[in-house]
């Protein structure tokens, strides 16, 4: 049992994506939770309608490197872009790059090239929505290998009653795109009851199969409230 704090604004590339996905409580998305980027950095951020049909835009010019301090000596920034499409139907979908560098004190410039995509749609009671990213990644150094990665994320959410919901979800992150640092299979199940609105009672499962490590299943029970 825990709770979450969400008193910030995620940036660009994260919002759309949450907001279908709605559970941040039984996990964070695709890109957050492979560690792929950090879903919250200071930085200056804008955001607006791009036309009347529901594109809009988000920019950001950030640290890069989440709420952390920076190291001393070190030097870096993160440039962030998003093209939304939100009209006023179901569907929901999103384009995103970011670049960014890192210098450190000590050591050789590291740069970071990242490009996603979200499609989804949300009704009253059902969400289904796949996320999917390639990132490149480079040290300014004679014989330093580059690495490239890239990950997918499926999800479904069906509202069996106005109270009760089940949930489903299924990520791959390949071993140059994960925190693990192995290509790992994730899987969620959940099921969902409020027995008022802002109370959501979860007993959930979750499957971590690390691609040459060994699988772990973890039956959890998550108690999520909104205030």
């Known amino acids: 049992i825990g ?100 210098v450190p004190a000590e050591g050789d410039r590291q740069t970071s090239t990242r490009v996603s995509a979200f499609l989804g749609a949300e009704t009253a009671r059902h969400r289904v929505g796949a996320e999917a990213y390639y990132v490149h990644d480079e040290v300014d150094a004679v014989g330093a290998p580059s690495s490239d990665g890239a990950g997918l994320s499926v999800f479904a959410v069906v509202g069996l009653s106005a109270r009760t919901s089940l949930i489903g979800r299924y990520d791959y992150a390949d071993e140059d795109a994960d925190r693990l640092g192995l290509s790992e299979h994730y899987g969620l199940a959940a099921v969902a009851y409020r027995p008022i609105p802002a109370v959501s009672l979860m007993p959930n499962v979750v499957v971590t199969v690390p691609e040459g490590a060994v699988a772990t299943v973890l039956g959890r029970f998550t108690a999520a409230f909104q205030f």
Not at 69 to 98: C, H, S
């Open 3 to 102: 709770m979450v704090h969400q008193h910030f604004m995620l940036i660009p590339v994260f919002t759309v994506a949450e907001d279908v996905w709605g559970y941040r409580s039984l996990d964070a998305t695709l890109l957050d939770r492979a560690d792929v980027r950090d879903s919250r950095d200071f930085g200056l951020h804008a955001e607006g309608p791009l036309t009347a049909g529901g594109f809009r835009y988000g920019v950001m010019v950030g640290n890069g490197h989440g709420i952390r301090p920076e190291a001393p000596g070190e030097r870096g920034k993160r440039v962030y872009g998003q093209v939304q499409f939100l009209p006023d139907g179901p569907i929901r979908a999103t384009l995103g790059a970011d670049y960014g560098e890192a």
